[in-house]
């Protein structure tokens, strides 16, 4: 199984399935939309194709909206929360028929703080995945990139 580079998840998981479109990796700021669109060739088989955030299935916030029987999924008003891996899962009676490759989704944006205390700053941004490259701006909101 490989590994697919700027991701630390397997490469497409397939059995028997051509994925004629796969999702990219997209790099939005925060509080934007994004959708990941993906297909395969045996549409007789797939019955409803699912999304996976860091192999796990999505949490129900309301945020996240499937199309299309599922091909298509949008989030909008991303949050720092949102990065990581999503992978599309084509599946049939309750079986996963393959898995797509993943893409990474990386959310630009501030860290939600006003405090001028840099550790307040670095936890903020550590519950949420971020890099802890951060600067202070002149209002006192730290961001990072």
Same mark, same amino acid.
């Given at each position: ?7 630390? @998840?397997?490469?497409?998981?397939? +059995?028997? $399935?051509?994925?004629? +479109? ?10 934007? #939309? ?12 797939? !019955?409803? &194709? !699912?999304?996976?955030? #860091?192999?796990?299935? $999505?949490? /129900?916030?309301? *945020?996240?909206? $499937? =199309?299309?029987?599922? =091909? ?8 720092? !929360?949102?990065?990581?891996?999503? *992978?599309?899962?084509? %599946? *049939? =009676?309750?079986?996963? @028929?393959?898995?797509?490759? #993943?893409?990474?989704?990386?959310? @630009? /944006? %501030?860290?939600? +703080? ?10 903020? $941004? *550590? ?16 961001? &990072?990139?």
């Amino acid at each position: 199984m490989s590994t697919l580079p700027g991701s630390s @998840l397997a490469a497409s998981q397939s +059995t028997g $399935l051509k994925w004629v +479109t796969q999702p990219k990796p997209q790099i939005v700021e925060a509080g934007s #939309n994004v959708s990941f669109t993906c297909s395969a060739d045996e549409p007789r088989k797939i !019955e409803l &194709y !699912e999304w996976e955030h #860091n192999n796990l299935p $999505l949490s /129900g916030d309301n *945020r996240f909206t $499937l =199309k299309n029987s599922g =091909k298509t999924l949008e989030i909008s008003q991303t949050k720092i !929360e949102d990065r990581g891996d999503y *992978r599309c899962v084509a %599946t *049939r =009676k309750g079986k996963v @028929l393959g898995r797509s490759q #993943n893409a990474a989704l990386n959310v @630009l /944006g %501030t860290c939600d +703080t006003t405090s001028s205390l840099i550790a307040k700053a670095r936890a903020c $941004l *550590r519950r949420a995945g971020a890099p802890l490259r951060i600067f202070k701006t002149f209002n006192g909101i730290f961001k &990072y990139f």
